[in-house]
């Protein structure tokens, strides 16, 4: 069984990135939270949860996030190497479930150059299929 590692001080703490999403949790719309986490994500990990497919994820990871807690997202995210706590306000940030899937990503090497394509490429592929719809037109980040 994976340990939570003896140096905290070592651990992302993905709280120091969330003032902003906390905020919006509280006052903003769907949209700007959408837009914020996805922020937090870039800058933590390069990557958002719409880089990767979660079909490439396997079925135990799905029943794993689809059951899973906050006390057993905290102790997972330690076991590798991020800290969910939200410190100022003495809890666990908003949107931890949505981090802990990065983390999952992360661990089953989803977040790469190559994922983000055939992410990307399935995204537009349905999007392809839509009445009225002639063409798909995205900024390229990397």
């Given at each position: 069984?994976?340990?939570?590692?003896?140096?905290?001080?070592?651990?992302?703490?993905?709280?120091t990135?969330t003032?902003?999403?906390?905020?919006?949790?509280?006052?903003?719309?769907?949209?700007?939270?959408?837009?914020?986490?996805?922020?937090?994500?870039?800058?933590?990990?390069?990557?958002?949860?719409?880089?990767?497919?979660?079909?490439?994820?396997?079925?135990a990871?799905?029943?794993?996030?689809?059951?899973?807690?906050?006390?057993?997202?905290?102790?997972?995210?330690?076991?590798?190497?991020?800290?969910?706590?939200?410190?100022?306000?003495?809890?666990?940030?908003?949107?931890?479930?949505?981090?802990?899937?990065?983390?999952?990503?992360?661990?089953?090497?989803?977040?790469?150059?190559?994922?983000?394509?055939?992410?990307?490429?399935?995204?537009?592929?349905?999007?392809?299929?839509r009445?009225?719809?002639?063409?798909?037109?995205?900024?390229?980040?990397?």
């Amino acid at each position: 069984m994976p340990k939570v590692t003896n140096d905290p001080a070592s651990l992302i703490r993905i709280g120091t990135f969330t003032d902003e999403l906390e905020w919006l949790h509280l006052w903003g719309t769907d949209e700007d939270i959408d837009a914020e986490f996805n922020s937090v994500c870039r800058t933590i990990w390069g990557y958002t949860l719409d880089d990767f497919d979660d079909d490439c994820l396997s079925k135990a990871d799905h029943d794993w996030l689809d059951e899973l807690t906050a006390r057993r997202a905290y102790r997972f995210a330690a076991e590798n190497g991020y800290d969910l706590g939200d410190y100022a306000n003495g809890e666990i940030v908003s949107d931890w479930w949505g981090f802990t899937w990065m983390i999952v990503a992360e661990k089953r090497g989803l977040l790469i150059p190559e994922q983000r394509a055939l992410a990307w490429k399935k995204h537009d592929e349905r999007l392809l299929t839509r009445e009225n719809l002639a063409g798909v037109i995205r900024n390229v980040r990397d």
